[in-house]
């Protein structure tokens, strides 16, 4: 079955400390999109992928990177530079952007800080 | 640039009953998409239903349906016959159609969402 594929579920971040957050997709799709959710914020854009080597800025990348190197994955990084990092995070797919084909989402991984 | 609004952070619906779910946006663009997620308590989004805005036609899905006003970019969401399998976060997002790869389209504005309850 196709789909999208976070891990790990739960993360744990210590002081200083990078961590890296998978998403894996077998759904073909060119777009991918990092999301951070707070509670009372609804969604948040943090990155996000329209082609393979190619990535954008969202509305709160500060602190995160990412890469593009296949099309099936787009890791997440957490860096020490991002001072509130315990937050929900949902990896999303589509189709082209110009198309009505919806963002499917995976499970999402849970962060927090040790 | 482009805003969703949901005015109700939180709604209650008995079982059976009828419920709406509000929803507002903000564009200068005359084309678009809409969609209503649903988020339950496991977190998953899982997409309910989706509207072209060139369609004059409300999108309809089982007990799912939409009231889209497109001149009052108005974009609310109605769940009848309520279940208790129902209960969760529900969010409005707008998506913009424009055809220029590799910038912002297809980037999902969201709304802030609704709690929904049912009561038994």
């Known amino acids: 079955d196709g789909g999208i594929t976070q891990s790990p579920k739960y993360l744990f971040r210590k002081e200083g400390q990078n961590v890296t957050l998978s998403c894996e997709q077998n759904l073909n799709h060119d777009a991918m999109y990092w999301y951070r959710q707070d509670p009372g914020q609804g969604l948040r854009l943090i990155y996000y992928?329209?082609?393979?080597?190619?990535?954008q800025k969202g509305d709160i990348a500060e602190g995160y990177s990412v890469s593009r190197e296949k099309k099936e994955s787009f890791p997440l990084t957490v860096t020490s530079a991002q001072k509130n990092p315990t937050a929900f995070y949902l990896c999303?797919?589509?189709?082209?952007?110009?198309?009505?084909?919806?963002?499917?989402f995976g499970d999402g991984t849970r962060l927090s800080i040790l | 640039a482009q805003t969703v609004t949901q005015s109700q952070p939180e709604m209650s619906v008995q079982e059976a009953e009828t419920v709406t779910l509000s929803c507002t946006y903000d564009t200068s663009e005359s084309d678009y998409y809409l969609f209503w997620y649903k988020q339950p308590p496991s977190r998953q989004m899982i997409l309910v239903i989706r509207q072209e805005a060139y369609k004059q036609q409300n999108a309809t899905e089982n007990r799912f349906s939409v009231n889209f006003q497109k001149a009052a970019k108005s974009f609310s969401l109605k769940i009848s016959d309520s279940q208790l399998g129902d209960a969760a976060m529900y969010f409005c997002a707008y998506r913009s159609v424009t055809k220029n790869y590799g910038g912002s389209q297809g980037n999902l504005i969201f709304g802030k969402g609704t709690k929904l309850s049912v009561k038994p």
């Open positions: 999303a797919s589509s189709a082209p952007g110009y198309s009505n084909q919806p963002q499917h």
């Open positions: 992928s329209q082609i393979v080597n190619d990535f």
